[in-house]
């Protein structure tokens, strides 16, 4: 496997885990906000499989390059999204434990109505992604290893290895 699909690989692993379902108790329609995380998982894990294939097209092909380049930028959107619930969510609690008072549900409308464009503006992207990767030839790897992997290094020198050492 080589480093870009390990490091890609690695990323999508953390955002399974932080797209785990959320309280979103605090905004309107919490339950759209669950569908649509689990949604993004399930297109997220299926795009991962196809990231061995990705990884040694792109050697040849530059719109596979760019695919993975932009499947990068949407996982980092994803948990740029996904950082936003968790900062709003640790912001409510501090202000409801200090104040004992009920955190504005107009605040909570305009986070919601924020939220909801930039879920929107990703799930787009993830289809357009999704779809794409026909138009690339981009399958499943089936085997352990990707065939990039790094060649067995050359001797540089013209002394041969002796395979025990006596001293």
Known sequence: MAVGETFLSAFLQVLFDRLAPHDFS?????????SELEKWR???LRMEVLLGDAEEKQ??????KMWLDD??????DVEDVL????TE????????DQA???VDAGRALVFYTGMRSKMDDISSRLKQLWEEKDDLGLTKMTGGTSSTALPQRLSTTCIPTEPVVYG
Do not use: G, Q, S
Not at 71 to 76: F, G, Q, S, T, V
């Open 42 to 44: 399930r297109m997220l």
């Open 100 to 102: 004992n008072i009920i």
């Open 83 to 86: 950082d936003e619930f968790a």
């Open 71 to 76: 499947l990068r930028d949407l996982a980092y």
């Open 89 to 96: 969510t640790l912001e409510r609690k501090l202000m409801a």
């Open 26 to 34: 605090f905004i309107p329609r919490p339950d759209l906000m669950r």
């Open 59 to 64: 050697l040849t092909d530059k719109l596979v």
